[in-house]
């Protein structure tokens, strides 16, 4: 299921107007018949309809299914990102597409390029993927999912997350700069780099902690939680600190280097939540042990302070009377029915974020969370052939991996 972008140049504005009939019709139809296809594609001569049918079958972006009364196609996965991609394309926000950097367990996280060149981020939702550690539990509910659960659902979780994140960026917070949504799809800035997971050493633990406790606070303040605040989902770019005057110069390899600032970078927010919620007060003692105990582990930095309590949260609230971005987000279209229709169906489908994944107790990152991750995608069942894809080498080649850019 993974994104393979290499045939979409050889696509035809035709075979393009074929899949978005293919789409629309499945909004209800879970087999899409031919003729609606046709009737849909609105293109004249049912011969080339034909024809882009069958090349968009080859290519595994529609599947033939042979219903009991009719034959017809369904949307694949690949063929909803192909839409998404056309459509980014056209509007001049992504030029060429580059390599997949990471398989989330309900997202793929692609590097994609600007015309200027510049990297930018391509996050496709795939919600209803099935998550290894749910398979058993939902393998029949997800058997019988339809081809429109999971595009719709798809299609809030992007909007949940655009939305937010444009709110959180307006109003201060760091989290990447939110640029485009189309269907399951959201285009972001790149973020230099690492998870806090892959961090080995942190120069000032508490300094880091604390810091990581304000936003938490912060948060709250707007009317916010994010749900799934942990080592996964904050990014820590390095920075030379400007305060720093006068001093050597920085040195990131030395973790006892005082120049360098750390600055956390919030991503992901699935399960972003108003502070009216009712499990709250849960979520948010759920966020703020994630890090203490993170902390803990890792740099075994243990606070003289107890963390903040979801009663500070509360009062921190009404420090900003008025600007509430759980409301702000709620009329700027993602709407509260939306934000319920996604959280039951993330709660059947067995999501729930990294706070509730397994962990191990060792110190050292290793590998093994991406090879579950990876090997999820072979529990899939979505009535579908497999798309054979090679990973991120099967991508646009004139891209660099993340990797490189990096050094
Ligand atoms: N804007 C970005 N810039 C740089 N890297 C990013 C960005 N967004 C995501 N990533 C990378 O991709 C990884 C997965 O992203 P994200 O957490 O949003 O996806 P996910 O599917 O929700 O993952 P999971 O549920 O497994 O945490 C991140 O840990 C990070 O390394």
Redo the contacts with the bound molecule.
Sequence with gaps: MKLDAKAIRYLTSEDFRVLAGVEAGSRNHEVVPTPLIVQLSGLRGGSGVHRSISVLAKTNLIAKVKNAKYDGYRLAYGGLDYLALNAHQKQKCIYSVGNQ?????????VVVAHSSGSQR?L?I??LGRISFRTVKTNRDYLRHRNTGSWMYMSRLAAMK?FAFMKALRENGFSV?EPIAQNRHTIV????????L?QISKVPRPAELYSELMDIILELARFGLIHG?FNE??I?IKEEEDPDAKGKAPANVDDENDENIRLVP?L??F?QMVSIDHANAEMYFDRDVNCIKRYFQRKFHFVSDVPGPSFADAKKNLLKNPGKRLDVEVEASGFSRKMARELEAYMKEVGVD??AGAPRDDEEEDDDSEEEE?GSEEDHSDDGQPEEETGPSDSLDDSSRR?EELRV
């Design positions: 950097i990471g398989v989330g367990k309900e997202s793929d996280i981020i996050k939702h795939r997350e990447p972001m800035s790149l973020i230099d780099a690492f998870p997971r799934d996964f989902n990014l970078v991503i992901d699935p974020g990294d991750d993340l």
